[in-house]
């Protein structure tokens, strides 16, 4: 494993969302190298699952050009001080309008860890009810609630490219013994 540390960091533009610059790392061995970097307040995903089905959304996504993505419920980091369950809790009743009576830290993923620090921690939803008010997607979300088949589980898989559904998805096939 090679030891580095951070000797450098210029923020280059700030956003909504992220911060993006370059950061400069010094080795073990005293070389030195400089890379961009996207930093991100960080995420939650939702595996949000009852007897029958998978709860799932469909939202552009227009930054990658994607007019339809299939995905669990997700949300960015907006407040630091904000516990990641209580993120996940409040993503799963605004974009799904469920709650959840049992709730399970799943993972912690890097979706693009060679240029931006962004973590996601998936959580598994389950025991679910019907939130108060149903969904309550943000003004700028176009969002389809979309209820799929546990039974097709694999159907979804292959619906959707996107990383963080795929590794929700597989975790749940296999939780559920879903072959």
């Not at 540390?5 to 969302?17: F, I, Q, T």
């Not at 930093?39 to 339809?68: F, I, K, M, N």
Request: net charge negative; aromatic share 8%; charged share 30%.
């Amino acid at each position: 494993m090679t030891d580095f540390e951070v000797v450098a960091e210029s923020v280059e533009w700030e956003g909504r969302l992220l911060r993006a610059g370059r950061e400069t790392y010094r080795y073990a061995d005293g070389t030195e190298n400089t890379f961009d970097k996207v930093w991100h307040a960080g995420a939650v995903t939702v595996v949000p699952y009852d007897e029958t089905h998978v709860w799932l959304v469909r939202q552009p996504r227009e930054a990658s050009r994607l007019h339809d993505l299939l995905e669990l419920p997700a949300g960015k980091r907006d407040r630091d001080d904000e516990p990641l369950l209580d993120l996940a809790k409040r993503e799963l009743a605004e974009e799904v309008g469920k709650e959840a009576a049992a709730w399970r830290e799943l993972m912690t993923i890097y979706p693009t860890p060679g240029y931006c620090d962004e973590r996601i921690t998936l959580f598994a939803a389950s025991a679910l009810s019907d939130a108060h008010g149903g969904p309550a997607p943000e003004e700028d979300e176009h969002i389809e609630v979309v209820p799929w088949p546990l039974q097709d589980i694999h159907g979804a898989i292959a619906a959707t490219c996107d990383a963080k559904t795929l590794i929700g998805l597989f975790w749940l096939a296999r939780e559920l013994h879903l072959s």
